[in-house]
């Protein structure tokens, strides 16, 4: 069955600051990976997704995600954080059929 | 740009009653989704549509069932609500073309079950 683990429940970081957050997923085949943020009060957005070709992605907002298919990972990065990027980040994982698997979500906090 | 619309934001019910939840989208999308989110638990799936009449369950349908009578309506019925179903419920839809295709959520609708 397919999985999706994201080990980190609550980030804090500076503005301005670098941000990484983790993603592990598990699939039986070639995975349709998703990053998803979700500002208070609102339903999910998507920030970027992953099915094949260069294992950089670039998405909105200034994000990128990488995909390594050795550690079954694909982390969120963005090299300067706003204040308004703090929301929760969810990893979803999904193939046939649409099913898709979310993680659990990193809530994302910004000090100035 | 898809628009995915939940009728209510809040909503209270008391314990037994019936409550329904809907979500209408303007995109011409075949499939819809209906999605819980806990804190801790993250998003899970309840039930999904993938054509009008046609419904598959999820992860987590047991106290729950949905219709869909028009492609863009698709309603999720808490036939005798408990208060383990206080929580977040989120609507979403993808076209049918393309596996991988993003979902498009709408804003969510808080349940609270007193």
């Known amino acids: 069955a397919q999985s999706v683990t994201q080990p980190d429940i609550h980030i804090t970081v500076s503005e301005g600051a670098s941000l990484e957050l983790r993603c592990n997923y598990s699939?039986?085949?070639?995975?349709?990976l998703f990053w998803y943020v979700q500002s208070p009060g609102q339903g999910l957005q998507l920030l970027l997704k992953?099915?094949?070709?260069?294992?950089l992605v670039q998405g909105i907002k200034g994000f990128e995600a990488e995909f390594k298919r050795s550690q079954s990972s694909f982390n969120l990065r963005k090299p300067s954080v706003h204040w308004s990027d703090a929301a929760e980040y969810f990893c979803?994982?999904?193939?046939?059929?649409?099913?898709?698997?979310f993680g659990t979500g990193t809530k994302l906090q910004v000090i100035p | 740009d898809v628009k995915v619309t939940q009728s209510s934001r809040y909503l209270v019910k008391r314990t037994g009653e019936k409550v329904f939840l809907e979500c209408v989208q303007d995109?011409?999308?075949?499939?819809m989704f209906w999605y819980r989110q806990d804190p801790g638990l993250g998003l899970r799936l309840i039930y999904f549509?993938?054509?009008?009449?046609?419904?598959e369950k999820g992860d987590i349908p047991e106290g729950y069932s949905v219709s869909r009578e028009k492609k863009e309506r698709f309603s999720l019925i808490l036939e005798s609500a408990s208060t383990n179903q206080t929580s977040m419920y989120l609507c979403?839809?993808?076209?049918?073309?393309?596996?991988?295709?993003?979902?498009?959520f709408g804003n969510g609708t808080r349940l609270t079950v007193t």
């Open positions: 979803a994982v999904g193939g046939g059929y649409q099913k898709v698997t």
């Open positions: 699939y039986g085949a070639t995975p349709y």
């Open positions: 992953y099915f094949s070709g260069d294992t």
């Open positions: 995109m011409d999308h075949e499939n």
């Open positions: 549509s993938y054509d009008v009449k046609m419904k």
């Open positions: 979403a839809t993808t076209p049918s073309a393309g596996l991988g295709s993003p979902l498009h």
